[in-house]
């Protein structure tokens, strides 16, 4: 350990993460896992990104986290949803859902000053044989990156 930096850093000058740090870090992904839970269920055709975007507020003011999303720069909404081909970072409205979309949410919960953040991608009903494969090779590639996460990697191992 060096000395510069105090027994809270590694070697790497990573920070150590005490125990209710650590617990906190958790609880903010518990709530965006959350939200994602509650968004899957509520995103069938005929709902629109702006109530997904309630149900996500829902979430948050059950579990007292906040946004990290709402009030950035003034984006005015909780999640980013975006359908087919949008571009990431959608700002949700009242357009319907319709049968095989493709649904992309980002959002994320603050718990005691800790950041959970996470993204995902969904068919709407019934979707295409090519939709469906764009969802299962990106399901594939983040598995293959989770399963380099561990001690002593880097960040280019995963990616």
Do not use: K
């Not at 984006?75 to 949008?86: F, G, H, T």
């Not at 009242?94 to 005691?112: H, K, P, T, Y």
């Not at 380099?148 to 990616?159: A, F, T």
């Amino acid at each position: 350990m060096s000395s510069a930096r105090g027994s809270r850093f590694g070697r790497r000058g990573i920070p150590r993460r005490t125990p209710d740090e650590l617990r906190d870090m958790r609880a903010a992904g518990r709530v965006v896992a959350e939200m994602h839970a509650a968004i899957r269920a509520a995103a069938t055709p005929g709902a629109t990104t702006a109530e997904l975007d309630r149900v996500a507020r829902a979430v948050l003011d059950a579990r007292g986290a906040d946004s990290n999303f709402f009030g950035y720069h003034g984006y005015p909404s909780v999640i980013c949803a975006s359908v087919n081909d949008e571009v990431i970072h959608g700002i949700p409205n009242d357009r319907a859902l319709q049968e095989g979309d493709l649904l992309s949410i980002d959002c994320g919960a603050v718990v005691n000053g800790w950041h959970g953040d996470a993204a995902f991608t969904m068919g709407i009903g019934t979707i295409s044989a090519e939709a469906q494969r764009l969802i299962d090779t990106a399901d594939a590639a983040l598995a293959a990156a989770v399963r380099e996460m561990r001690p002593g990697n880097h960040l280019g191992d995963v990616g």
